[in-house]
T-cell receptor, first 111, second 113 residues
Framework: QKEVEQNSGPLSVPEGAIASLNCTYS??????FFWYRQYSGKSPELIMF????GDKEDGRFTAQLNKASQYVSLLIRDSQPSDSATYLC???????????FGGGTRVLVKP | DGGITQSPKYLFRKEGQNVTLSCEQN?????MYWYRQDPGQGLRLIYY???????QKGDIAEGYSVSREKKESFPLTVTSAQKNPTAFYLC????????????FGPGTRLTVT
């Protein structure tokens, strides 16, 4: 079992709809959770981080964390074609000294 | 402007040659990291450094070496011992090891033939 798992996609979403991305992790002691957006050929860009159970909203993005079920999700509201990218989930484990990345979910927003 | 720079953007080498990738940051961050990304894959940690003159192996350190002589700089050498060196190499930094948000440079795409 991979430490951090994501559906590779592609997740196809109509413009204006909500894109829902999920990430599960294996280290129950994980403390910090991050979502990065990566456009093709570019480096990852940090868009959200969450440390506590519940929801955290930033603009059109909402991160949701459920430590008991060991999953973290990202919602993108009012999806735009510019949101088409690969979204990487990263988790800081119990040891606290490094991030482990999932393989990423590719999102395609169709006009 | 504060940020992380990596050079060059594209690098081509012949098999058997060592090559050094540059990473510089002016964010005053203590911690720096090197990752490798293969097509369609997530990021894998090669080496990281929490403080000057100290660094630790990540998950795939074999065939790579690093140094951290200055806070601003964390160069990565890809040696001839690395069996599959062709990849996208990403450098990142964070304020300290205790601050987990990592920010990435633009990356170096290395091709070895």
């Amino acid at each position: 079992q991979k430490e951090v798992e994501q559906n590779s996609g592609p997740l196809s979403v109509p413009e204006g709809a909500i894109a829902s991305l999920n990430c599960t992790y294996s280290d129950r002691g994980s403390q910090s959770f991050f979502w990065y957006r990566q456009y093709s050929g570019k480096s990852p860009e940090l868009i959200m981080f969450i440390y506590s159970n519940g929801d955290k909203e930033d603009g059109r993005f909402t991160a949701q964390l459920n430590k008991a079920s060991q999953y973290v999700s990202l919602l993108i509201r009012d999806s735009q074609p510019s949101d088409s990218a690969t979204y990487l989930c990263a988790v800081n484990g119990a040891a606290g000294n490094k991030l482990t990345f999932g393989g990423g979910t590719r999102v395609l927003v169709k006009p | 402007d504060g940020g992380i720079t990596q050079s060059p953007k594209y690098l081509f080498r012949k098999e058997g040659q060592n090559v050094t990738l540059s990473c510089e940051q002016n964010l005053n961050h203590d911690a720096m990291y090197w990752y490798r990304q293969d097509p369609g894959q997530g990021l894998r940690l090669i080496y990281y450094s929490q403080i000057v003159n100290d660094f630790q192996k990540g998950d795939i350190a074999e065939g790579y070496s690093v140094s951290r002589e200055k806070k601003e700089s964390f160069p990565l050498t890809v040696t001839s011992a690395q069996k599959n060196p062709t990849a996208f190499y990403l450098c990142a930094s964070s304020m300290s090891q205790a601050y987990y948000e990592q920010y990435f440079g633009p990356g170096t795409r290395l091709t070895v033939t």
